[in-house]
C-alpha cells in the first residue's frame, strides 16, 4: 500500500510550476516584482495541490515573521488557571487575537512573563530573538513597565499597549474602563441610590484609576459624595471580602457597590449575605469584567463587560498593518458594555 502523503511542500509547488523557491514565496507574501502570468502558474500550481503556507515559507522572504507576541502577567495567569476562578481573559485575547490573526495570514502567540522579574530583560530578549515577532501586544501591567517597552523599542519591535496611555512607543489601547465606571454609578443612580461605593483595583494598574475617577465624576454630577467610599483591593476574593466588610462597617447605610472585578464583587456579594442583607433589595452590586461565573451566581450579577476580544483584535489589525500604514497616534478607547442582571434594583427606601 503507497504511504499517504499528508502535506504538500513549498518545494513541490515550485516544481510543479517550474519557478525558484524564492518566486513561491514571493507569491505566497504577495510581494511585488512578481509577474503577473509567474503569479497565476504559481498560484494554479498551489490551488491543484492543495498548498497551505507554512510559517516557514512565509518567512523565506527574510521580510515578515508572520507571528504577533502576546505577553500577558505570568503570577496572576498561572494563579487563576490553578485555581480554576473562571476568569477568561486569556481566551478572551486568544478569541480576538487568534481570528484575526488566521485572517491575515498570521499566527498568535501567547507568552507569559513575570513583570517583576529582576531577569525580564533577559527573559523577554530570548523570547523575541527566538519568535522574531511582527508585533508584541502587552496587557496590564507589562503595557506600563517602561523596561519591556524600552527593550523592544531597541530592537526595532511594533509594539500595542492595552490599559496604558503614557506617551512612549506603540499604539496605546483602552477598554473604557472610564466611561464604563461613568455609566455604571450613573444606572446606580438612576435607580435612586446616592450612597455608592466603589471597591477598587491596586494602583500598579492605570485603569485603577481611571474606573475611580469615572465613579466620582457620575456621583460629583450628581452632587453626591464620595468621602470615605473607595477601598482598594488586588482584584482577588479576598481582597474583595475586607474590602466589603470595611465600607459596610463604616457606612450602614450604603446601598451600592461598584467592584472592580468578578472576584471582588463575588466576595461584596459573601459578606451583604453575612449581615443579612438582601441583594438587591437592601443592596446593589455592578462588577466589572463579566467572567462566566457571574451569569450563575444568586443573584446574577449586573458586570461590565470588557472589550478584550474586540481590543486585542483591533491591536492585531493595527500592528500587521503597519508595513501599509503610518501608527496611530491618538489613544483608541474601545467601549465597555453594561450588562443588567439581578443584582442591581431601586435603591431601598429610607425608614
Not at 488586588?234 to 459596610?248: I, K, N, V, W
Amino acid at each position: 500500500m503507497a504511504r499517504r502523503r499528508n502535506t504538500v511542500t513549498i518545494r513541490e509547488v515550485a516544481e510543479d510550476a517550474g519557478v525558484s523557491l524564492q518566486t513561491v514565496s514571493r507569491v505566497i507574501n504577495d510581494e511585488p516584482n512578481v509577474r503577473p502570468q509567474m503569479r497565476d502558474r504559481v498560484q494554479s500550481s498551489i490551488d491543484r495541490l492543495g498548498y497551505v503556507p507554512s510559517l516557514a515559507a512565509q518567512r523565506m522572504s527574510g521580510s515578515r515573521s508572520y507571528l504577533i507576541l502576546a505577553i500577558n502577567d505570568r503570577e496572576r495567569t498561572l494563579a487563576d488557571w490553578r485555581e480554576r476562578t473562571g476568569t477568561d481573559w486569556v481566551d478572551q485575547m486568544l478569541l480576538g487575537g487568534t481570528l484575526t490573526c488566521s485572517k491575515n495570514g498570521y499566527r498568535m502567540i501567547v507568552e507569559l512573563v513575570d513583570t517583576h522579574a529582576d531577569h525580564v530583560e533577559r527573559e523577554l530578549g530570548a523570547t523575541v530573538s527566538a519568535l522574531q515577532p511582527d508585533g508584541v501586544i502587552l496587557t496590564p501591567p507589562h503595557s506600563e513597565n517602561t523596561q519591556i517597552t524600552r527593550l523592544l523599542a531597541e530592537r526595532n519591535i511594533p509594539v500595542a499597549r492595552i490599559g496604558s496611555v503614557e506617551e512612549g512607543p506603540g499604539i496605546r489601547l483602552t477598554m473604557g474602563d472610564e466611561g464604563a465606571a461613568y455609566a455604571a454609578t450613573k444606572r446606580l443612580i438612576e435607580l435612586g441610590h446616592s450612597k455608592i461605593a466603589m471597591i477598587a483595583g491596586p494602583d500598579q494598574y492605570s485603569l485603577s484609576a481611571w474606573r475611580i475617577t469615572g465613579w466620582k465624576r457620575a456621583m460629583e454630577e450628581h452632587g453626591l459624595a464620595t468621602d470615605g467610599l473607595c477601598e482598594k483591593g488586588d482584584f482577588g476574593y479576598e481582597s474583595g471580602t475586607q474590602a466589603a466588610r470595611s465600607l459596610l462597617h463604616r457606612h450602614t447605610n450604603l446601598t451600592a457597590i461598584i467592584g472592580s472585578s468578578d472576584q471582588m464583587t463575588l466576595a461584596a456579594l459573601e459578606v451583604a449575605r453575612d449581615r443579612g442583607l438582601h441583594v438587591p433589595r437592601d443592596i446593589s452590586l455592578i462588577s466589572f469584567d463579566n467572567t462566566p461565573i457571574v451569569r450563575f451566581t444568586q443573584p446574577p450579577l449586573t458586570a461590565v463587560d470588557q472589550p478584550i476580544a474586540e481590543t486585542v483584535s483591533i491591536a492585531v489589525e493595527h500592528l500587521i498593518n503597519l508595513h501599509k500604514a503610518p501608527p496611530v497616534n491618538e489613544i483608541i478607547d474601545v467601549p465597555a458594555e453594561l450588562v443588567e442582571r439581578s443584582s442591581t434594583g431601586p435603591a431601598p427606601a429610607a425608614e
